[in-house]
């Protein structure tokens, strides 16, 4: 049978995205729907704003002392397992993405995180 590039491409971002899915979910089992609206939202909006100024070191950096952050991301349960799906990475004094962070990794976790956000 002959290799077909495009067609594997596709097969191995559909497994991505099942298995991404199926981590976004283990992570936010637990929300409820305040978590949701609080948490999950503020999650998106990271996501979304990296994804469209990925360039912009200031959406690539979350300070841990933050008081959104502190008050709605670290009061839900999986949360931090989200960004480091995301690509996200814990330094000293904040979550960061490096400038080299993966945008198709990114996009996908975005997408299965808005699947529990905006069902």
Do not use: H
């Amino acid at each position: 049978e002959e290799y077909d590039k495009g067609k594997s491409a596709k097969m191995a971002t559909g497994a991505m995205f099942k298995s991404t899915n199926s981590l976004i979910g283990e992570a936010v089992k637990n929300w409820g729907p305040e978590q949701i609206e609080t948490g999950g939202k503020l999650l998106v909006r990271y996501f979304e704003n990296v994804l469209q100024n990925p360039y912009e070191e200031k959406y690539r950096r979350i300070p841990k002392r933050n008081k959104a952050f502190r008050g709605k991301v670290l009061t839900c349960d999986g949360a931090l397992s989200v960004l480091v799906l995301g690509g996200w990475r814990e330094k000293e004094d904040a979550w960061t993405l490096q400038g080299d962070f993966n945008r198709p990794q990114l996009a996908t976790v975005l997408e299965a995180l808005r699947a529990v956000v905006y069902p």
